[in-house]
């Protein structure tokens, strides 16, 4: 459990340093370094990726175990609404902690949570690093995620405030719970799973850099993103984004030929011609 304690220590402090620095940050900035955390998410992802399945055999049958895991994830989590429940913890750890009467700084709060809880716990270190931990002490794969987190959870909060600290209590759990059970998950893991299981927690860590920088974008807590997303703390009205892409498009399509036969009536009543500029 040392290893699982510094982890915490160390995302204390860099949440911690997060928040002061980005107190001083303006909107626009914050807004420019949730970009570039969504870039480096992503490319920390993609490269986790490659690193699992290089060297392994029948890689196209393991990436449809990842696909199916996905699905399967995805399926489950939305009959069981775990992204639900995971922004109604987030909400209710903002509103005996945090007390804000500000909307838009409990939806950050709930951000930073969920995002940091996903980012933290997701990943071969976290299962390995635990398993070595529980079993026989040796923290060092810990300590190195722990120094990676804290860098982390300094970048993430000076754009999401104070709710990645929160994600302590999921990085307790999670990485607590495996040492402690280190000795039946070390001969349940093989090679082969794991690394279908650090490909899989990958591509859900590209699907938050990919929603990180929009606020209002869809979430990944029930294993990956939807269409619709959930507004609110009980998370019960649904936005059809899509279908409010294409009503943009067609507006906007709509707005432009006004405009021209506009133009093209103007150009008629000053020169009596029926051609326009364009013809």
């Known amino acids: 459990m040392v290893g699982t304690i510094l982890n915490v220590v160390t995302v204390l402090v860099g949440t911690a340093l997060g928040v002061t620095l980005g107190n001083r940050l303006s909107a626009r900035m914050r807004e420019t370094v949730l970009i570039g955390l969504g ?48 922004n109604c913890f987030g909400a209710a750890l903002e509103r005996r902690f945090a007390k804000s009467e500000d909307a838009e700084r409990t939806a950050r709060f709930i951000r930073g949570y969920v995002a940091a ?4 716990c997701v990943g071969p270190m976290t299962i390995l690093g635990s398993i070595q931990d529980g079993l026989n002490g040796d923290y060092s794969l810990l300590a190195i995620k722990s120094t990676l987190d804290g860098f982390a959870a300094l970048a993430f909060a000076a754009s999401l405030g104070v709710g990645v600290g929160f994600s302590i209590i999921t990085i307790v759990v999670v990485q607590g719970g495996i ?32 929603t990180l920088p929009r606020p209002e974008a869809d979430s990944v807590g029930e294993l990956f993103a939807r269409v ?5 703390h009980g998370g019960c009205a649904r936005r059809t984004g899509v279908a409010r ?13 006004a405009d021209r036969r506009a133009q093209e009536g103007e150009l008629f009543r000053a020169t009596g011609s029926p051609k326009s500029a364009g013809r």
């Open 39 to 86: 870039l480096s998410t992503t490319g920390y992802a993609v490269l986790n990726i490659v690193d699992a399945m290089a060297g392994q055999q029948n890689a196209p049958f393991k990436f449809i175990v990842i696909l199916l895991s996905v699905l399967l994830g995805g399926v489950v989590g939305e009959l069981l609404d775990l992204d639900g429940a995971l």
């Open 245 to 257: 892409l294409c009503l943009a498009i067609l507006l906007s399509s709509a707005e432009d030929q």
């Open 179 to 210: 040492a402690l059970l280190a000795g039946q998950l070390q001969s349940w893991f093989t090679s082969p799973m794991l690394a279908v299981l650090s490909a899989t927690g990958a591509l859900l860590i590209i699907g938050i850099g990919l």
């Open 117 to 120: 809880s996903l980012v933290f």
């Open 228 to 232: 619709g997303d959930r507004a609110g």
